[in-house]
């Protein structure tokens, strides 16, 4: 997805959703415990791969524009330093940003 290499655009969680739902034929309500489960799952896997929380990039679409609080809790778990919210996403922002900047993603 184009988004992920630029430095500004994000998902908001509906647009996400949406996106899921077309690429899966699930639907998934952004409420929806499976969607939360769904992206801590491939954080997991991207993080474990070097590669970062990549839910960076799925935020609110109100005026924090920040991810929900599960990826806090989900890079806490993970031994990463939250304490500020707005400080640790703009560094794992950056650094998602940078590993997939010269990467193909479908």
């Given at each position: 997805e184009s988004r992920l290499k630029s430095?500004?655009?994000?998902?908001?969680?509906?647009?996400?959703r949406d996106l899921l739902e077309r690429?899966?034929?699930k639907h998934f309500g952004v409420r929806d415990k499976r969607f939360?489960?769904?992206?801590?799952?491939?954080?997991r896997k991207t993080e474990k791969e070097g590669k970062g929380l990549i839910s960076v990039i799925v935020?609110?679409?109100g005026p924090d524009k920040l991810p929900g609080g599960e990826f806090f809790t989900l890079a806490?778990?993970?031994?990463r330093n939250v304490?500020?919210?707005?400080q640790f996403w703009k560094e794992e922002n950056?650094?998602?940003?940078e590993k997939y900047?010269?990467?193909t993603v479908a």
């Open positions: 430095t500004g655009p994000k998902f908001a969680y509906t647009d996400f690429r899966t034929g939360h489960e769904l992206l801590c799952d491939v954080c935020v609110h679409a806490e778990e993970l031994g304490v500020n919210h707005r950056k650094r998602v940003r900047r010269t990467q």
